[in-house]
T-cell receptor, first 115, second 113 residues
Framework: DAGITQSPRHKVTETGTPVTLRCHQT?????MYWYRQDPGHGLRLIHY???????DKGEVSDGYSVSRSKTEDFLLTLESATSSQTSVYFC??????????????FGPGTRLTVT | GNSVTQMEGPVTLSEEAFLTINCTYT??????LFWYVQYPGEGLQLLLK?????DKGSNKGFEATYRKETTSFHLEKGSVQVSDSAVYFC????????????FGTGTSLTVIP
């Protein structure tokens, strides 16, 4: 358990509304990640952060933005939700250490349904 | 680029059967390799890992050996239990920076009594 929580755990929203998901960690890890999980696609990286105010895009970043104003919190925002963004969203952290010895640990996930 | 390919599921086995889930990878360099397990309604949990060629990762009766010559990291367990029913993901970390991770599509395992 890497002390990662996500909120909300479940959300139903309507098309066109903004949605923000929160990831909170308690162990001061520098790297944080947002993934989405969809059947047949496994996990796909949306955005990641390598420090406060430092973020970068992943392979499926369109329609998503992120912010990290504190080390412990990483927010994912859907500016205008669409049905294609219905998914399960996972936050993760990466442990620090020598190259090759990093590990990722995941939060419990947020199930988002866009109607 | 970096990618992971794992066998399609779902896989259904009887209790005490032998399990193999195949995983091969493509990477520019020598990545670390991982197996994660996801139980229903939960996040992914790190099951085992290997950081260099010929390393064997093991945990809870599961094993996987890092094979550089075949670029593979197959997951095995000698005798599965009903409690092993889950989705298993193979993954690698970017060999240059270690900052990004690449996941396979997952293999669903159901073990029947």
């Amino acid at each position: 358990d890497a002390g990662i929580t996500q909120s909300p755990r479940h959300k139903v929203t309507e098309t066109g509304t903004p949605v923000t998901l929160r990831c909170h960690q308690t162990e001061n890890h520098r790297y944080m990640y947002w993934y989405r999980q969809d059947p047949g696609h496994g996990l796909r990286l949306i955005h990641y952060s390598y420090g406060v105010k430092d973020t970068d895009k992943g392979e499926v970043s369109d329609g998503y933005s992120v912010s990290r104003s504190k080390t412990e919190d990483f927010l994912l925002t859907l500016e205008s939700a669409t049905s294609s963004q219905t998914s399960v969203y996972f936050c993760a952290i990466k442990t620090s250490g020598a190259l090759g010895f990093h590990e990722q640990y995941f939060g419990p996930g947020t199930r988002l349904t866009v109607t | 680029g970096n990618s992971v390919t794992q066998m399609e599921g779902p896989v259904t086995l009887s209790e005490e059967a032998f399990l193999t889930i195949n995983c091969t990878y493509t990477a520019t360099g020598y990545p670390s390799l991982f197996w994660y397990v996801q139980y229903p309604g939960e996040g992914l949990q790190l099951l085992l890992k290997a950081t260099k060629a010929d390393d064997k990762g093991s945990n809870k009766g599961f094993e996987a050996t890092y094979r550089k010559e075949t670029t593979s990291f197959h997951l095995e367990k000698g005798s599965v239990q009903v409690s092993d029913s889950a989705v298993y993901f193979c993954a690698l970390s970017d060999p240059k920076t270690g900052n990004q991770f690449y996941f396979g599509t997952g293999t669903s395992l159901t073990v029947i009594p």
